[in-house]
């Protein structure tokens, strides 16, 4: 039963080579036997045969000499083995009583004798043990009242030998034949699949984001399945094109409304213009939260790989002036083909929000940088802020919490950041930076590119945005 398991989900050339395998393991055997039995009854009666012929000379050349009262034979019957000793090859003509008549091979031993009245062949022990095909039948001959019993043996090395060779013929020709099917159905097998291979293939170069569209030059069983799925990934991109516009949309719709009641709200007395004031900021935190959300493309896996430092130079420019008002030196150290299965706008979000946190706290300097383990690529972003204690870490990744209300933010910054890195299948961690202050780390898929890439070319340019 342990076995059924990996059966079960076996590619499908190894479930068509188990069973012809299993049709050939089978049908060769039984072939085989057959074909042995068939050969083995066609050489016996051959054999039997030549006895018979052999039979029929000795009773052809049998007398008996009234004079002398003993039995005779003309002449040999024309091969000499029949004049050795023990050569294997006999024949005896006996009354059963003391009337016996020998070849020369038989010496002092006789054949045993059981009447027959017409031909019978059997398989008997002749002299020295040696295996004998015996044939034998009763004749009358006159003036004898007792019938003759005649009988020729002949012994069966030749016919054993013959056996033997054509079974080992046909071991190693089934065996060879076998081999052959198998190496014919393999390449058959793989001409068979290899369409199914070329859409594995372009399923993978979809994921990786390579190519929009799956080929559909394929055979007719496969190509209406590979435009159903052209037909899904177009819908799905619609789908989010049309989420990313509802989400501007939704923002730009929201934005005046609550501007308008902010501006209202400062017109109320201290007590209602606070809870005004708190409850719309709520509303503001809850519609950027769920915004970012709805207007991020989520799985890598449809995604062109995107170059991080063509992605992320409109952020590191803006970015860099603003740090260069607050007196703060903000610089990154990224491999130039370092890239990500990622969407350009979330990659642009998803540093941004990082980068941002750590210029509100730093003190001189903020250090954007990156690397490569494995499958994935790594973004840290570090400070040399007043940093934060494990307990004030596991915090700040909730959403909307704040650690310094004297600040300005709504607190969505690094909870963002948590969603996209999710929704990209990433990891985000929160430590204490080199520099002293925070560490913000991401981890997400590799691109393509930057796996291709050698370490001389991965190797890190540090820039100062200054």
Same mark, same amino acid.
Request: a negative charge; charged letters at 35%; proline letters at 9%.
């Given at each position: 039963m342990s076995r059924l398991p990996s059966l079960a989900h076996a590619s499908l050339a190894t479930r068509l080579l188990v069973a012809a395998l299993l049709v050939i393991l089978v049908s060769l055997p039984l072939a085989g036997l057959g074909l042995a039995h068939h050969f083995r009854a066609s050489a016996t009666a051959a054999f039997d045969e030549r006895l018979e012929a052999l039979l029929n000379v %000795?009773? #052809?050349? %049998? !007398?008996?000499?009234e004079l002398e009262q003993r039995l005779q034979h003309e002449r040999s019957l024309g091969d000499p083995r029949f004049e050795q000793v023990f050569s294997g090859w006999y024949w005896q003509v006996s009354d059963g009583a003391d009337r016996v008549l020998t070849s020369r091979s038989l010496?002092?031993?006789? @054949?045993? %004798? #059981?009447? $027959?009245?017409?031909?019978? #062949?059997?398989? #008997?022990? /002749?002299p020295r /043990? %040696?295996?004998?095909? @015996?044939i034998e039948r009763d004749i009358r001959l006159a003036p004898l009242e007792a019938p003759l019993h005649i009988g020729v043996a002949l012994s069966r090395e030749e016919l054993d030998a013959e056996l033997a060779g054509f079974s080992r013929l046909l071991v190693l020709s089934l065996l060879g034949l076998a081999l052959l099917l198998l190496a014919a159905l393999a390449a058959q097998v793989r001409w068979a699949l290899a369409p199914l291979r070329r859409l594995q293939a372009s399923l993978r170069e979809v994921e990786n984001g390579e190519i929009e569209r799956l080929d559909t030059r394929l055979p007719a069983e496969l190509s209406p399945l590979a435009g159903a799925i052209n037909g899904v990934l177009? !819908?799905? !991109?619609?789908l989010m094109e049309r989420a990313r516009h509802a989400a501007g949309n939704l923002a730009h719709a929201l934005k005046t409304p609550v501007s308008v009641l902010s501006t209202q709200a400062d017109g109320l007395e201290a007590p209602q213009r606070q809870r005004m004031k708190a409850e719309l900021r709520r509303i503001d935190e809850a519609v950027r939260h769920h915004l970012a959300r709805a207007s991020a493309a989520?799985? $890598? /896996? @449809?995604?062109r790989p995107s170059r991080c430092l063509e992605v992320l130079a409109p952020v590191l420019e803006g970015l860099g002036r603003l740090a260069e008002r607050r007196g703060i030196r903000l610089s990154h150290s990224l491999p130039e083909a370092m890239t990500l299965r990622m969407d350009p706008q979330d990659l642009q979000e998803l540093v941004g929000n990082l980068l941002e946190n750590a210029l509100r706290w730093a003190a001189t300097r903020v250090l954007l940088s990156g690397g490569e383990e494995g499958d994935e690529c790594w973004l840290e972003v570090a400070d040399d802020g007043p940093g934060m204690s494990e307990g004030q870490r596991h915090q700040a990744m909730a959403r909307g919490v704040r650690l310094d209300e004297q600040e300005p933010g709504s607190g969505l910054g690094l909870a963002i950041v948590g969603d996209l890195v999710a929704l990209y299948g990433g990891r985000f961690t929160l430590g204490r930076a080199a520099l002293g202050g925070l560490a913000a780390r991401v981890w997400l898929p590799a691109g393509p590119l930057s796996k291709a890439q050698g370490a001389a070319a991965a190797a890190p340019r540090k820039r100062s945005c200054q």
């Open positions: %000795v009773i #052809v050349e %049998v !007398r008996y000499d010496w002092d031993q006789r @054949l045993p %004798v #059981v009447p $027959a009245s017409g031909p019978e #062949v059997r398989d #008997v022990l /002749g /043990g %040696v295996p004998l095909r @015996l177009e !819908r799905d !991109r619609r989520g799985d $890598a /896996g @449809l995604h």
